[in-house]
């Protein structure tokens, strides 16, 4: 069974980058569709984007000035910057496994970030 | 962007309850939707894809069904641990998009 697991700071300072790392464990990265998508405290769900584990990306046009989206494979990791945060960045942030129709089966636990100073 | 709208917003049913939850998108997405549980302080997970199938390890007292523009969700008879937060999502476009949820609790 796939697993996910998000890493990297909970606090982030106004206009500073957020950076996040997500492992992938139980299966390889290779050919699927790697997404992240946040939730700010007690609010629905925002798809940020993915990336494909040759490179290939798309982004949420909303976010897509400030998101980039890299895959390492031979960690089996993929992770998201997401530049000049502000106090509306302040989210749960997630990552998920997609197959390519676009159905995101698998979640990894998440991880809270603040922007805060 | 597809709007996906989730009527109601919240409900109240009682244990062994038949509960029914519904999505409509803002524009035709065939048959690609999905919906999720959330748990509260939990991830979301994943119940239905492609609209009425099971994923792999979900109980049978969830179902789906539609196409088109409207879906729905039912839980065939409510037990403790179904009282949740649940999201559908369209994937026939980018960006995905979700809709605002549908609080279940306990009458």
């Known amino acids: 069974q796939v697993q996910l697991q998000e890493s990297g700071p909970g606090l982030v300072k106004p206009s500073e980058t957020l950076s996040l790392t997500c492992t992938v464990s139980?299966?390889?990265?290779?050919?699927?569709?790697w997404n992240w998508i946040r939730q700010p405290p007690g609010k629905g769900l925002e798809w940020i984007g993915y990336?494909?584990?040759?490179?290939?990306?798309k982004y949420n046009p909303s976010l897509k000035s400030r998101v980039t989206l890299s895959v390492d494979t031979s960690k089996n990791q993929f992770s998201l910057k997401l530049t000049s945060v502000t106090a509306a960045d302040t989210a749960i942030y997630y990552c998920a496994r997609g197959d390519s129709s676009g159905y995101n089966a698998y979640w990894g636990q998440g991880t809270l970030v603040t922007v805060s100073s | 962007d597809i709007q996906m709208t989730q009527s109601p917003s919240s409900l109240s049913a009682s244990v062994g309850d038949r509960v029914t939850i519904t999505c409509r998108a803002s524009q035709g997405i065939n048959h690609y939707l999905a919906w999720f549980q959330q748990r509260p302080g939990k991830a979301p997970k994943s119940l239905i894809y492609a609209a009425s199938s099971l994923q792999s390890g979900v109980p049978s007292k969830f179902s789906g069904s539609g196409s088109g523009t409207d879906f729905t969700l039912t839980i065939s008879s409510l037990q403790p641990e179904d009282f949740a937060t649940y999201y559908c999502?369209?994937?026939?476009?980018?960006?995905?998009?979700f809709g605002g949820g549908t609080k279940v609790e306990i009458k």
């Open positions: 999502q369209q994937y026939n476009a980018y960006p995905l998009t």
């Open positions: 139980g299966g390889s990265i290779s050919s699927y569709y």
């Open positions: 990336i494909y584990y040759s490179g290939s990306t």
